[in-house]
């Protein structure tokens, strides 16, 4: 079937090329930021666990939208929020993403949350979120929900590699999966960032940590980029993009949007705060298009069990 492309905005693909380098490098900034906070000092005797700098990050991030503030409302229509909406056009009625092609393709490396586990979620999310923001706003699809690990090839820095190196990476990963048990996981929070992404926050109940979970495959991809795009501790799902002003407003209500905002989200924590699942597949992803798994763009998915046997 071809794909109907908004040509328009492929026509002009810097504006999404800046949103994707500003999301890049407020990862890069977390990610510094982390590096900094849990180098070791034997001096001091103090340094972080991963849980805590988890939870220092998660607090971080529940902060943003008040510190930065809703970079995807400000500036009226003609900013970010338009930057944005360069990734999605609207096509008969629905929020459709606009494809670019990677090249080379990404390689990704992501834990998946089962349709079990994620159906339920995205409900919710749906259920809060709809009402108010009809057209402006991008679900992840529910049976794609992934935790990004590790990747082998960004945007950023592109590794290329043959047909053969990816055989070669996926069996590594694999070989990586096969010694790892099923994670079990709860829902810390869910957090809307200043650029308008709703994610969800995860702490590990039991099962490996994914910081180490990210070390090993880091080991088992010894060309994969030094600089990787997301803090070595965080544990996160994306649920949703905002992509502009709800448009339900509620302006009889005397609060401000961004109070608005605040309270949507607390309605989404008081639903799924504590929510536990339970993870057992590592996919090595080929992502055709950027943020494939993202946009409902091409995958090539391999698919590996977390086949630890449990002592
Ligand atoms: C969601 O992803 C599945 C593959 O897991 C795909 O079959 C389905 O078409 C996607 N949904 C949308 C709306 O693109």
New binding site residues.
Partial sequence: MPRVRNWQAISNPVPALIIWLISALTFYILFQMALRNSTPSSSTGWSLSNVERRTKLYDELSRELDVKGAAFLKNGETSQSLSLSDLFTVKNGAVTPVLRAANPPVRANVLYMSPQYSLPVAEAVQKVFMPYFDKVIWFQ????YHFSMFHASHHITPVTASEVEIEAEANAVKAVAKDVCPLKISLDRVVLTSTGVLLGCWQVISGLDPAVLRDRLRSALPQAPAIQLYDSAIFHTSLARLLGHPTNFPKEQKISELQFLHELVNELNRKLRGFQATISELWYVEEYDLLALAL?GRVKARKFQLSCSKT
């Fill in positions: 699809n529910s049976t794609l409902n």
